[in-house]
């Protein structure tokens, strides 16, 4: 089956724009991921949808990133107001329901090179 | 805070090289530990996962031992080929138990180069 789709794959942006970037996770995954990943930073978790609860916010940098996740399926990541320091690539990953005491696979997509010039 | 530290590269091997890539975690509770692989232009995926105590995950000739004791989850190969080439990821999901699902914590990377 298809694995996790990103889209675009390279986005280049002028300081100051906003962007949208979005992921299709696999289907039937219920929890999907947003990380980031750059050459300072390594890979950082962003933020985490599960089902219908509310997402887990808890690592985006600051209030220019938002996500949502429409349907329990398609997500899109959305930054405002862009500065330099947010190229990078962001990955989306996705993980099927797991039932206790399994662990936590995820599955990521090719991601999206942001360039902000 | 949760975290997991590996050791620097670049490292760089002969083919048919004992491969050590070192990783070390720091977490409260019982995480999973996983091992994730990236090739040159390609996405991140999972090489292996250990999921308790003295769980031994294996892949494609790599393994790693889940070390409560040390806090450790070495991955190691005992003959690299060029194709093993890659970076290598050492992460833990805070969550391992219970069917909740916690973010991966990553270390950072270690990129290996395989010489023929």
């Known amino acids: 089956g298809a694995g996790v789709s990103q889209s675009p794959s390279n986005k280049v942006t002028e300081k100051g724009k906003d962007v949208e970037l979005r992921c299709d996770p696999i289907?039937?995954?219920?929890?999907l991921y947003w990380y980031r990943q750059s050459l300072g930073q390594g890979l950082e978790f962003l933020i985490y949808f599960q089902g219908n609860s509310a997402p887990d916010k808890s690592g985006l940098p600051s209030d220019r990133f938002s996500a949502e996740r429409t349907g329990g399926s398609v997500s899109t990541l959305t930054i405002q107001r862009t500065q330099q320091e947010d190229s990078a690539v962001y990955l989306c990953a996705s993980s099927p329901v797991m039932t206790s005491g399994s662990s936590n696979e995820q599955f990521f997509g090719p991601g999206t090179r942001l360039t902000v010039l | 805070g949760n975290s997991v530290t590996q050791m620097e590269g670049p490292v760089t091997l002969s083919e048919e090289a004992f491969l050590t890539i070192n990783c070390t975690y720091t977490a409260t509770g019982y995480p999973s530990l996983f091992w994730y692989v990236q090739y040159p232009g390609e996405g991140l995926q999972l090489l292996l996962k250990?999921?308790?105590?003295?769980d031994k995950g294996s892949n494609k000739g790599f393994e790693a031992t889940y070390r409560k004791e040390t806090t450790s989850f070495h991955l190691e190969k005992g003959s690299v080929q060029v194709s093993d080439s890659a970076v290598y990821f050492c992460?833990?999901?805070?969550?391992?138990?219970?069917?909740?699902?916690?973010?991966?914590?990553f270390g950072k990377g270690t990129k290996l180069s395989v010489k023929p």
């Open positions: 250990a999921t308790k105590a003295d």
């Open positions: 992460a833990l999901s805070e969550d391992g138990y219970g069917g909740s699902q916690g973010n991966l914590i």
């Open positions: 289907s039937g995954h219920t929890a």
